[in-house]
């Protein structure tokens, strides 16, 4: 059964990925034979341009992990990738046409289950591409699914974004997923590090939000996190730092039914807000 593609935010652009594969939950088998040996192209370069960069930007823990993705020359196969990752932390990759809606989403999170967009950048795209495509989402995200702590913490994520759907909280709950699976900062031994995956799968940011002084960098507490706005389209301006994931997984322990309605009464504060 065909599904809709999902739209976020404003694009003039029609959603890319053949949505007609997939199913009702919005997965679909990767199509490996469509790659082509230029699509391969575009992975190796990238990979080889990313993963350079990250001794010194990037957390140990996903720098550890990024080898249990496999092939760095070709996009790798997802089967292949299950056959790690299933056994470290019960979680799998699965395929999907693109961007889809929150409830899909969640669901697919809080069964363990990462969705990975099958389709990748053109080689004009190589330097930026609006959506996630299948460098973004398996070289940015699948590796830290391997830590154990993290990995708990996605499922989580999940399991309290269905609970927020039916309290009307989604775009609060997403600024906290923003701010961290996406674009988060921990402090190691060696000092700042990125571990979201826009941070790491961007040449342009991975530098920007570890070193750059002009963007602020603030300690993650969860009303401040869930009351700031973000940028799709350009680095942030505000990063938040965490200690480590066992302290993100403790945090997030509670129930957010109660930060819901206090922040309801608050206003939100724009990307660029300044304090804590």
Not at 11 to 37: F, I, L, V, W
Not at 173 to 186: D, Q, V
Not at 228 to 253: C, G, H, N, P
């Amino acid at each position: 059964m065909a599904v809709e593609p999902v739209v976020y935010g404003t694009s003039e652009r029609p959603p890319r990925g053949d949505y007609a594969r997939a199913g009702a939950d919005y997965t679909c088998p990767q199509d490996y034979a469509r790659y082509t040996e230029q699509d391969h192209d575009t992975y190796r370069r990238l990979y080889a341009r990313q993963s350079a960069l990250l001794p010194g930007l990037a957390s140990e823990a996903f720098i550890a992990a990024l080898p249990s993705l496999g092939a760095e020359d070709r996009i790798p196969r997802f089967e292949d990738i299950n056959t790690r990752l299933k056994p470290a932390t019960g979680w799998e990759i699965v395929g999907v046409p693109g961007l889809i809606p929150e409830v899909p989403f969640f669901t697919l999170l809080a069964n363990r289950k990462f969705p990975v967009t099958d389709w990748i950048r053109t080689p004009e795209e190589f330097d930026y591409i609006v959506e996630p495509d299948i460098f973004h989402d398996l070289f940015g995200h699948v590796p830290l699914l391997f830590n154990p702590v993290f990995a708990d913490y996605v499922q989580r994520y999940g399991q309290g974004g269905l609970k927020a759907d039916h309290l009307g909280a989604c775009e609060m709950l997403s600024r906290l997923y923003w701010y961290t699976i996406e674009f988060g900062l921990i402090r190691e031994a060696g000092g700042l590090r990125a571990y979201g995956a826009g941070i790491l799968s961007s040449s342009g940011e991975l530098p920007y939000a570890v070193q750059s002084p002009d963007p602020q960098r603030l300690p993650l507490q969860l009303e401040r996190t869930m009351r700031t706005r973000y940028k799709i389209d350009s680095f942030q301006e505000t990063y938040f730092v965490i200690d480590s994931f066992q302290d993100l997984f403790d945090m997030t322990a509670a129930d957010f039914a109660p930060v819901y309605e206090r922040l309801r009464g608050l206003p939100e504060l724009a990307a660029n807000a300044s304090g804590n």
